[in-house]
């Protein structure tokens, strides 16, 4: 190049340009750069594009603004190039004002722009962008495009904005492998976890063909669910098709196998992955902090130290951190977070670090210290983190602390219903009925809903959905006649009903028919007229599950020698032989 001088044309500079591209050489590529300038060669718009992506590609984006901003002339590619390298690198106001100073230039956008552009529409300034873009896009005809068509899907499901991400979809003529994803995937992140499934069955029988994303989305729905059946077939059909066992695939494969409380295959898949990432130990870690046991999870983040191949991060120390609360091991929690505190580990810690320690002191009756060491915190308290408390104050019955922490979290979040109802429980265990009343009398002025309770078991790959005292299931009348000789027949082998869990002002025969009607009682019930001898039952609650509920399950467990496998909010209950993998612990 520096041979030839002046006599370099458009073609040679074209084909050094697209080799530093391809390699990303950057020092290489200024220097083509440099050799234009020295020579005073005006490159056309198409070797300036070329410009501007060779710097994006090698994330040098003020270089490559230069370039645009130099340009006298700039066409639809020009635009294209630097919206999209703003948008894949996070800058999205940066991609959203450029994609508006286009929209004044004489430059038209065409469905690449677009596509571009969506990704960006994101926090609520960006998604009312978004949608005036999407009328845009109908205007000029491009919504059928299926580029298009998938980011727009994409923008929706991001915003939560479900059932306009549901609209775009079925409005294409063709959909393919990235918008069929999207949607199962917009459906699983926001909860939705039987909508995905029905979902990704539909498009199976209209012969979509998935890929390692889609797999990994419906890995998360059937995670939400516990359905451990469908999960394995998803696994063996992975198997089948041969696909590649990506890291993002394998790492579905253990979240999915944890949740569904088989933690065994969940450790076989970890210990054979031939790389792992920080969210594969996270994962691993997560799901023995789920199932209580403390001692694995602080086995594992002593290898992952060890091996030092991967640096935890701040996701890593929480489920570190929770598998310590939950597993009943607050002092190695408190060596951990104090090996935090002191830099030891490379992560600073946060709110939510602080927030683990008051749940780990609070869970193990050390409430007053919890209590000062909220007070000592470098940062203001949360709701969730006073709500840790006011739950830990329930549990040890400490009213003084949890009266304040109470009154404190209805001024911060008078819309959650769950404040009203720990505070009303506490009154109520200590008879403070008066007191119940007016926390009551308080949700209704304020029309504050309690979430109604409700448990799930899978049996033949249905779902069956119980609430409490529920009379609307199809067996209803077997499960309530097979509840009640239950009831005898483990009271003859040593159960006390926990009246303690009721906490209405009625008499104790009412207690122990209300303590019947819990809908995991009843989930567990259908599970044992349902299956056979010895089979193992699993059942979901979306609430905390009770004292009461829980010894009932050691019960079913004993009596009918069956694995029970009961999974609440905040955690998972294996029970074999009458003995919970928490240690009655949680």
């Keep these: 190049m520096a041979a030839r001088g002046l006599e370099m044309k458009f073609e040679s500079y ?21 050799h234009m300038i020295k020579t005073r060669y005006l490159p056309p718009v198409c070797l300036r594009n070329r410009l501007i992506i060779f710097y994006s590609k090698c994330d040098r984006l003020r270089e490559a603004r230069n370039v645009l901003d130099e340009m006298l002339e700039k066409d639809v590619v020009s635009w294209t190039a630097m919206i999209s390298a703003y948008s894949q690198r996070g800058f999205a106001t940066e991609a959203l004002d ?23 529409c994101t926090g609520t300034f960006g998604f009312e962008l978004g949608r005036q873009i999407h009328s845009l896009i109908i205007k000029r005809t491009l919504d059928t495009h299926i580029f298009v068509g998938s980011s727009l899907l994409d923008m929706y499901a991001k915003a939560g904005r479900i059932h306009e991400a549901r609209e775009v979809f079925e409005s294409p003529p063709e959909r393919d492998v990235v918008s069929c994803t999207a949607i199962i995937s917009g459906y699983a992140q926001l909860g939705l976890d039987a909508e995905a499934l029905e979902l990704f069955r539909r498009l199976n029988l209209e012969g979509m063909s998935s890929n390692y994303v889609t797999y990994a989305s419906v890995l998360t729905a059937l995670s939400g669910l516990a359905a451990l059946d469908l999960g394995k077939q998803v696994h063996n059909h992975v198997l089948r098709c041969k696909l590649p066992f990506y890291v993002v695939l394998q790492n579905s494969l253990i979240d999915m196998y944890s949740k569904c409380g088989n933690l065994i295959y969940s450790r076989r898949i970890f210990d054979n992955m031939p790389e792992r990432t920080v969210i594969s130990w996270t994962a691993m870690l997560v799901g023995y902090s789920k199932h209580g046991m403390g001692r694995e999870v602080v086995e594992l983040y002593k290898l992952m130290r060890n091996e ?8 890593t120390l929480l489920g ?8 009943g091991m607050e002092n190695v929690g408190l060596e951990i977070f104090e090996e935090m505190v002191n830099g030891k580990n490379g992560v600073e810690p946060d709110i939510e670090h602080y927030g683990c320690v008051v749940d780990l002191l609070g869970r193990a009756g050390r409430v007053e210290e919890a209590f000062q060491f909220i007070k000592k915190m470098p940062f203001e308290p949360t709701a969730a983190l006073w709500g840790s408390l006011l739950g830990a104050c329930k549990v040890h019955s400490n009213i003084d602390i949890g009266e304040f922490v109470g009154h404190r979290l209805l001024e911060i979040e008078p819309e959650n219903a769950g404040n009203y109802v720990i505070l009303s429980n506490l009154y109520a265990s200590t008879g403070r009925w008066e007191d119940v009343r007016m926390v009551r009398d308080l949700m209704l002025k304020k029309a504050v809903k309690k979430e109604p ?18 009379r609307s299931h199809p067996r209803r009348e077997e499960v309530f006649a097979k509840m009640k ?16 869990c009721v906490l209405h002002d ?14 995991e009682k009843l989930a567990l019930t259908f599970g044992l007229i349902s299956t056979s001898d010895r089979a193992p039952l699993r059942v979901i609650k979306n609430l905390r599950i009770c004292i009461d509920c829980h010894n009932f399950a050691k019960f079913v467990s004993k009596i009918y020698m069956r694995e029970v496998y009961l999974r609440d909010k905040n955690r998972f209950h294996h029970i074999s032989m009458g003995v919970c993998s928490c240690g009655d612990y949680w």
């Design 14 to 34: 074209d084909m050094l340009l697209n080799a530093c591209i391809k390699k990303r050489a950057f020092r290489e590529g200024q220097r083509v750069h440099a």
């Design 98 to 120: 450029l994609f508006l100073e286009m929209l004044r230039s004489v430059t038209e956008p065409n469905e690449f722009t677009f596509t571009a552009v969506l990704s960006s």
């Design 308 to 315: 030092n191949k991967i640096k935890p991060d701040g996701v």
């Design 320 to 327: 570190v951190l929770s598998g310590c609360s939950h597993g």
């Design 453 to 470: 309770g409700r448990s799930w078991i899978e049996l033949d790959q249905t779902l069956h959905s119980f609430h409490a005292s529920d």
């Design 485 to 500: 000789e239950l009831s005898i027949k483990f009271k003859e082998a040593g159960y006390v009903p926990d009246l303690s």
């Design 506 to 519: 009625v008499d104790e025969e009412q207690k122990e028919k209300i303590l019947l009607g819990h809908s």
